[in-house]
C-alpha cells in the first residue's frame, strides 16, 4: 500500500493541525493504517491507529483526547486531528499500514511530514 502523508507545519502550543495520509487505491478491510512519530534523537513511536475496514481506533497514552483518527473511504484518506498541541508534539509523523497494530509491513516509509509545536 502506498502512502503519502501531508499537512504538518509550525504551530504554536495549544494549536490544531491536520494530518493527512492518502493512499493510492483503496485499503483492504483487514488493514490497519497507524501513524507514527519520529522526534529528533529519539525512537519513531506509534502513535494512532485505525482499522480500514471496522474504524476502530486505536491511541497511545500520551495522545489520547488530543488527537482523533478518522477515515474518508470514497477518498481512501486518514486523518489525524491534532489539537492541544505541546511542544513534545514536535516530530516528523509518518503513516503506515498493516494487517496489525502498531506494524508497517505493508508499506514503505515515506518521509513524513514534520510537525513543529514552538512554545
Known amino acids: 500500500v502506498q502512502l503519502q502523508a501531508s499537512g504538518g507545519g509550525l504551530v504554536q502550543a495549544g494549536g490544531s493541525l491536520r494530518l493527512s495520509c492518502a493512499a493510492a487505491g483503496r485499503p483492504y478491510s483487514s488493514h490497519v493504517i497507524n501513524w507514527f512519530r519520529q522526534a529528533p534523537g529519539r525512537e519513531r513511536e506509534f502513535v494512532a491507529a485505525?482499522?480500514?475496514?471496522?474504524?476502530?481506533?486505536y491511541y497511545a497514552d500520551s495522545v489520547k483526547g488530543r488527537f482523533t483518527i478518522s477515515k474518508d473511504s470514497p477518498k481512501n484518506t486518514v486523518y489525524l486531528q491534532m489539537n492541544s498541541l505541546k511542544p513534545e508534539d514536535t516530530a516528523i509523523y509518518y503513516c503506515?499500514?498493516?494487517?496489525?497494530?502498531?506494524?508497517?509491513?505493508?508499506?514503505?516509509w515515506g518521509p513524513g511530514t514534520l510537525v513543529t509545536v514552538s512554545s
Open positions: 485505525v482499522r480500514w475496514g471496522s474504524g476502530r481506533q
Open positions: 503506515a499500514a498493516d494487517t496489525n497494530l502498531y506494524g508497517s509491513s505493508l508499506s514503505k
